[in-house]
């Protein structure tokens, strides 16, 4: 495998383990720094990923070990990392700029979601996985899968009613 | 999209129950401009996973070169040099086994013929040498009588 045929199999998937990631690391510059070590892994070891049935799965299970490996290395050490600007500045096409301190509630929500909820509810309602999918990459049955969904999606929607009506009463 | 229909996949939504079909449904309901007031507040919930779709790793990914792997050569050049020692080799066998035979008869009977006569002519060199031997028996005959 040349470098163009690598990049052509690697280039749809870079964004959905950038996201992955950075919904995992949650800082933007470690989300890269990430996915920009597992690709090099994957371009080390395309002799094996020719074989593989999808380089995708393959590279989303990578990146999840990979983001996991971090966390415990960062939980591990003494020092507490402190990210406060998580904010993105990237986004500009957000449809209705009323509601889009009301959208980064919803992904400062999601950050807050435990991570096996987060992960699913990710994988599913950002990236279009189906459930089975989720499961084999998670480990999980399908029923686990649906109802951490479903849990992750009504901590969200409780969540977001809570600080509604905080703001009405 | 009939209202009813989008309560109902709501609430099918929140206990995930939801296709992944019907959930772009939802998505594209909620992200359009004709949201029903009293469902307003699930927007930000569809607009935050199209938000979080939006970003993607932006940086240029610089490949390490592949390192051709030269391990082969020292094997190729082991393998020639037992090449080359073992046609040298057979070689200098075959010089061994050539006795310089000559394959037609009449040049073979004339080598040998020449090569008698040389012989002969050095045997008669030798018996020159003896006459003076003869001479010198003659006189010591002498003597001793």
Same mark, same amino acid.
């Given at each position: 495998?040349?470098?163009?045929?690598?990049?052509?199999? +690697?280039?749809?998937?870079?964004?959905?383990?950038?996201?992955?990631?950075?919904?995992?690391?949650? &800082?933007?510059?470690?989300?890269?720094?990430a996915?920009?070590?597992?690709?090099?892994? $994957?371009? #080390?070891?395309?002799?094996?990923?020719?074989?593989l049935?999808?380089?995708?799965?393959?590279?989303?299970?990578m990146?999840?070990?990979? /983001?996991?490996?971090?966390? !415990?290395?960062?939980?591990?050490?003494?020092?507490?990392?402190?990210?406060?600007?998580?904010?993105?500045?990237? *986004?500009?096409?957000?449809?209705?700029?009323?509601? &889009?301190?009301?959208?980064?509630?919803? $992904?400062?929500?999601m950050?807050?979601?435990?991570?096996?909820?987060?992960?699913?509810?990710h994988m599913?309602?950002?990236?279009?996985?189906?459930? #089975?999918?989720?499961?084999?990459?998670?480990?999980?049955?399908e029923?686990? +899968?649906r109802?951490?969904?479903?849990?992750?999606? =009504?901590?969200?929607?409780?969540?977001?009613? =809570?600080k509604h009506?905080?703001?009405? =009463? | 999209?009939?209202?009813?229909?989008?309560?109902?996949?709501?609430?099918?939504?929140?206990?995930?129950?939801? #296709?992944l079909?019907?959930? @772009?449904?939802?998505?594209? *309901?909620f992200?359009?401009?004709?949201?029903?007031?009293? $469902?307003?507040?699930?927007?930000?919930?569809?607009?935050?996973?199209? !938000? @979080?779709?939006?970003?993607?790793f932006?940086?240029?990914?610089?490949?390490?070169?592949? =390192?051709r792997? *030269?391990?082969?050569?020292?094997?190729? @050049? %082991?393998? $020639?040099? /037992?090449?080359?020692l073992?046609?040298?080799?057979?070689?200098?066998?075959? #010089?061994?086994?050539d006795?310089?035979? *000559?394959?037609?008869?009449?040049?073979?009977?004339?080598?040998?013929?020449?090569?008698?006569?040389?012989?002969? %002519?050095?045997?008669? !060199?030798?018996?020159?040498?003896?006459?003076?031997?003869?001479?010198?028996e003659?006189?010591a005959?002498?003597?001793?009588?």
């Amino acid at each position: 495998m040349n470098q163009n045929e690598f990049l052509a199999k +690697v280039t749809p998937v870079q964004d959905r383990l950038y996201r992955l990631a950075k919904r995992l690391l949650v &800082s933007e510059d470690e989300a890269q720094d990430a996915t920009q070590e597992v690709l090099i892994k $994957l371009w #080390s070891n395309r002799k094996k990923i020719k074989k593989l049935r999808s380089v995708e799965a393959f590279a989303v299970t990578m990146t999840k070990n990979y /983001c996991y490996d971090k966390l !415990k290395a960062k939980s591990s050490s003494n020092l507490q990392l402190v990210h406060t600007n998580y904010e993105d500045q990237h *986004y500009n096409t957000v449809k209705t700029s009323e509601n &889009s301190d009301s959208v980064n509630w919803v $992904l400062k929500l999601m950050k807050d979601l435990p991570e096996q909820q987060r992960l699913v509810l990710h994988m599913r309602d950002v990236e279009q996985y189906t459930n #089975s999918e989720i499961a084999e990459e998670l480990d999980l049955n399908e029923t686990a +899968v649906r109802v951490t969904l479903s849990r992750a999606r =009504k901590t969200i929607r409780e969540q977001l009613l =809570k600080k509604h009506n905080y703001g009405l =009463k | 999209m009939d209202l009813n229909k989008i309560e109902n996949l709501l609430e099918l939504y929140f206990e995930g129950e939801t #296709s992944l079909k019907q959930e @772009a449904q939802l998505q594209e *309901y909620f992200t359009s401009d004709e949201v029903a007031p009293h $469902l307003k507040e699930y927007v930000p919930i569809f607009g935050a996973f199209a !938000k @979080a779709k939006e970003t993607g790793f932006n940086r240029t990914l610089e490949l390490p070169e592949t =390192k051709r792997s *030269y391990k082969w050569i020292p094997v190729a @050049a %082991s393998v $020639l040099l /037992c090449i080359g020692l073992f046609l040298t080799y057979n070689q200098k066998q075959g #010089s061994e086994n050539d006795l310089g035979t *000559y394959k037609d008869p009449e040049v073979a009977a004339l080598k040998t013929k020449q090569a008698l006569f040389m012989m002969g %002519s050095f045997m008669n !060199k030798g018996t020159g040498q003896l006459e003076k031997l003869e001479t010198f028996e003659e006189t010591a005959n002498q003597i001793i009588k």
